[in-house]
């Protein structure tokens, strides 16, 4: 067998020629096997006490806290009395589940305070906005029904693989991150070819953290009459001057075909959801296999509810928030660390090699930092990095004894750039 188990990363199991599944899942346990005895398994770590600034993991039933970069819940409000309060109200009200799909039995009069709540929060009709199970369900699903063979998705290469799913029915191009011309080039060629044609790019992009260039992605997107759907999974709640995403400064919540999201993030609960016009939205409703056949937001997602009200009931969690984040960045670049392009709270510390990536993962975790490492295919083989998300619950004294980390590692390990 070829693959070298020092570089391979979890992809290169997928597809093994002349192998079956029974002789894949057992090669891959070995690779399994093998990151657990070099300390290379930071995944799937087992969480034993909710997301925090400081959590518990029970590692080989070691239980022990570390301070977390790992959690999209920006402004915490998972841990927020008032949103946990909700979810309990929404459970004692209703129950814990809603027992069928919506379609079916399980569409409920809070679902329409959700839709209602999120259309308002964009500025957006309540009829405009779709609700799914996940926010990797509202991607893949929506691109599943609209996009068919006859239609060509452009697709910016950073964008989440749940986009990349959507578009098996349909045509498929990618253009470089953020790469203007090459969309254009795209755009312009497939004029004629294609009978729809649909620009998708994230708000805050989550490997690298910088956004899309959406302005004039948008007036491209205009010019060759072609649709435009913009995912801010990572922007809601932490970009914009309201904290209404990576769309707001530019005015263009109300300008874009479509924006996908979820709940899982700044409105720390479950669930995806989809603004579209009322004809699109309502279209999905009725003919989107993922919202017909499968459930939405349990009745705890009455915690979304009091969760986005507090984007701005409580703005003070956004600006602890940013402060957080610039000391963070401005601290980790003065030791010489390299955190590319990032402009929001998703902090990369490109180290380039993947085993270098493992060994910094394994001394972090050693040193009671829990951070991502990541590598391909969510990033290029030769971009492995550490990702590490920063949220208003981290404190001066997280952030610190984190850079202290890093300042070691970098005296033993030489991963400063500059
Ligand atoms: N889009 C982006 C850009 C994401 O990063 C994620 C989550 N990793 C999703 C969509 C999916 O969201 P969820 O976890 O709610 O399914």
């Known amino acids: ?44 770590l087992k969480n034993t006490s909710g997301t925090n600034a400081t959590l518990n993991i029970d590692i080989a039933n070691q239980n022990k806290e570390y301070v977390s970069f790992v959690s999209s819940d920006y402004l915490g409000f998972t841990q927020h009395p008032k949103v946990k309060q909700a979810a309990i109200e929404g459970i004692e009200k209703y129950g814990t589940g809603t027992g069928a799909s919506p379609l079916i039995g399980g569409y409920f009069d809070y679902h329409s305070a959700i839709e209602k709540k999120i259309a308002g929060f964009f500025g957006r009709k309540e009829e405009e906005v779709i609700l799914f199970t996940t926010g990797y369900a509202a991607n893949s699903a929506t691109l599943q029904i609209l996009m068919q063979k006859e239609d060509l998705a452009i697709l910016d290469m950073g964008v989440h693989a749940s986009v990349h799913e959507g578009c098996v029915f349909t045509n498929k191009k990618t253009f470089p991150h953020n790469n203007l011309e090459a969309l254009e080039h795209i755009l312009k060629i497939s004029e004629n070819t294609y009978r729809t044609k649909l620009v998708i790019v994230d708000g805050v992009y989550s490997q690298e953290g910088d956004t899309s260039r959406a302005k004039e992605i948008h007036a491209l ?26 769309l707001e400064d530019d005015g263009l919540l109300d300008k874009v075909d479509f924006i996908t999201g979820t709940s899982s993030k700044t409105f720390g609960n479950l669930g995806g959801y989809v603004i ?12 989107s296999r993922q919202h017909i056949f499968s459930v939405t937001a349990p009745p705890s997602s009455f915690g979304i509810l009091k969760a986005i009200d507090l984007v701005d009931e409580e703005p003070f969690w956004k600006d602890k928030l940013w ?25 990369p510390v490109k180290i380039g090699d993947q085993s270098k990536m ?30 590490m998300t920063v949220t208003a619950r981290h404190e001066k004294e997280h952030l610190d004894k984190t850079l202290n980390v890093f300042d070691d590692i970098n005296k033993k390990l030489h991963i400063a750039k500059k």
């Not at 693959?3 to 992809?11: G, L, P, R």
């Not at 579209?276 to 003919?287: D, E, R």
Request: with cysteine.
């Open 1 to 44: 067998m070829s693959i070298d188990f020092t570089t391979a990363t979890f992809k290169d199991f997928e597809n093994i020629p002349d192998y079956d599944i029974a002789q894949r899942a057992e090669y891959f346990y070995e690779f399994l096997d093998h990151m657990k005895s070099r300390g290379h398994m930071n995944y799937r």
């Open 221 to 246: 997107v205009k010019k060759y009459n072609a649709y435009l759907m913009v995912d801010d999974a990572h922007g809601v709640g932490v970009m914009g001057k309201t904290g209404r995403g990576a």
């Open 276 to 287: 579209a016009n009322k004809k699109i939205a309502s279209f999905l409703k009725f003919q």
């Open 323 to 347: 402060d957080n984040i610039n000391y963070f960045k401005n601290g980790l670049n003065d030791l010489g660390l390299d955190t590319g392009i990032t402009c929001s709270a998703i902090i």
């Open 358 to 387: 493992w060994d910094i993962g394994r001394i972090l975790l050693e040193e009671g930092v829990y951070t991502n490492p990541i590598m391909y295919p969510a990033v290029a083989r030769k971009d492995a990095r550490i990702r």
